[in-house]
């Protein structure tokens, strides 16, 4: 049995991991790099792939850096099925349409640049794939619920837990039966951290034989919620008194409710005074209704909130933008309000317009709420680099930049061990993906005080042994 990452290996997006057994052939997730051109240069599908040869595909969420290369695969004439969620097909088809529409807009816009300037555009900046790839990879998608096996493939069954990372996310434990020979292998996916509003905790199995685990926050504890609310309010009223906008990258799906979440928490408590809320995503509202179809899968802290009402309420008090001429118009609006766009680690979307005008701007509020991959817009501003490119212009950052760890939807290094130590037999083999080095070295020191054992930090399209 062997196992090949083809991404997220020393890095936190692109994950993909192929699974090989002497009958079976099943990959785990295929999504998307993002960050720089350098990194955006690996979403290709691997040839050590052999897409007709493979059994099954499973995918752990929604998120575009676990979903955003299936469509490569239907392109490519992958035969078989998708298995996950049923959350997590509704979460994927937003992803990966709005996906589509990006790369063919941002196609767009450089033609029309490089028609104007008289060169020709690069033929590595066309779109990966279509809103038809889209939908062949939709069908190929099969819903299972979690805590049911199913076969995937020979000798394989796979176990859906929750992750608590996003609506429909899953740790995948896969049973895999060789010749009189049985090993249980576990995916991590992402793991989310305890007591996000919306969200129910993880509920990991236990006794795995092998583990390959995220490691994106393993080198830091995040601050805790209660605390991290009282910074964002404290923000808002700034923004307030200096009539300045507060523009917050990020995903339309997850990030973009839990914080339309504490919104309506802040102005309806009146902790804060209220102000105009500006959801400039085409998907961000569609995804809130996916939010509505699936309250089974809510905590029930959430379940009281929107059976008061208070979410919906707060609903009616968002502008949610549609065309590009609404989102145009946004500039004309007099601030202070908050503006809530994608993409989350602004590499692209809607945001970067906003970025490039207001970023110069001294009562701009930026507000980072999710993790920002290296070579990302999001990650130079964390950095505090002083100039930043935004769509081909140089821009000297006057906004104020605040990082809010404590609203990550990525469970911080003490609840990344306390899972871990839920998880595994005695002995059992730990692999860590999905982090950056420092984090994943971090990650691992820990795990081998505790256990004795050192966990194996693989590289890209390194062959692992199980
Ligand atoms: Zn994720």
Redesign the pocket.
């Known amino acids: 049995m062997q196992l090949t990452p083809y991404g997220a290996a020393g890095d936190v997006t692109g994950s993909a991991y192929l699974l090989e057994t002497s009958e079976a052939r099943v990959l785990v997730d295929f999504g998307m790099f993002q960050g720089n051109r350098e990194t955006e240069a690996k979403n290709i599908v691997p040839d050590g792939l052999r897409v007709r040869e493979l059994h099954a595909v499973i995918l752990t969420?929604g998120?575009l850096?676990?979903c955003g290369r299936l469509p490569l695969l239907a392109r490519r004439g992958y035969p078989g099925h998708i298995h996950c969620t049923s959350a997590t097909r509704d979460m994927a088809h937003l992803v990966l349409n709005d996906a589509a529409r990006i790369m063919e807009s941002d196609y767009e816009r450089k033609c029309r640049k490089a028609k104007k300037k008289g060169y020709k555009v690069c033929r590595d900046d066309a779109p990966l794939y279509d809103a038809d790839d889209v939908e062949d990879t939709i069908r190929k998608m099969r819903p299972v619920d979690y805590g049911r096996p199913i076969e995937v493939a020979t000798g394989i069954t796979a176990t859906f837990y929750e992750a608590g990372?996003?609506l429909g996310?899953a740790s995948v434990m896969l049973e895999i039966v060789e010749g009189t020979s049985s090993r249980r292998v576990l995916f991590s996916?992402?793991i989310g951290p305890t007591g996000l509003p919306f969200l129910r905790d993880p509920e990991p199995p236990t006794m795995a034989d092998v583990v390959i685990m995220e490691s994106t926050y393993g080198d830091r504890i995040h601050r805790n919620l209660g605390d991290t609310i009282d910074e964002f309010a404290h923000i808002l009223d700034m923004a307030r008194q200096q009539r300045g906008r507060v523009l917050i990258p990020a995903f339309a799906i997850g990030r973009t409710q839990q914080l339309l979440y504490h919104f309506a928490e802040l102005f309806s408590s009146g902790r804060v005074e209220p102000m105009p809320i500006y959801m400039d995503s085409p998907m961000g509202i569609e995804a809130t209704h996916i939010y509505e179809r699936h309250p089974e899968l809510f905590d029930d802290e959430t379940l009281a909130v929107s059976k008061s009402g208070k979410f919906t309420l707060m609903l009616r008090n968002v502008h949610a933008t549609h065309s590009r001429e609404e989102s145009q118009a946004i500039n004309r609006v007099r601030p202070p309000f908050i503006l809530i766009a994608g993409s989350g680690m602004a590499t692209a979307g809607r945001i970067l317009h906003h970025m490039r005008l207001y970023l110069d701007d001294p009562t701009t509020h930026v507000v980072i709420v999710g993790y920002q991959a290296r070579g990302s817009l999001g990650r130079k501003l964390v950095d505090k680099q002083e100039v930043v490119s935004v769509l081909g212009d140089k821009i000297r950052v006057q906004a104020q930049v605040h990082t809010l760890g404590g609203f990550s939807?990525?469970a911080g290094q003490d609840e990344l061990l306390a899972w871990h130590r839920n998880v595994v037999r005695p002995g059992a083999r730990t692999i860590l993906t999905h982090g950056e080095d420092e984090a994943r070295e971090m990650l691992a020191s820990k795990i081998e005080q505790e256990t004795g054992q050192r966990p194996l930090l693989p590289t890209y399209e390194q062959l692992i042994q199980l």
């Open positions: 969420h998120h850096d676990h990372h996003m996310s996916g992402d939807a990525h």
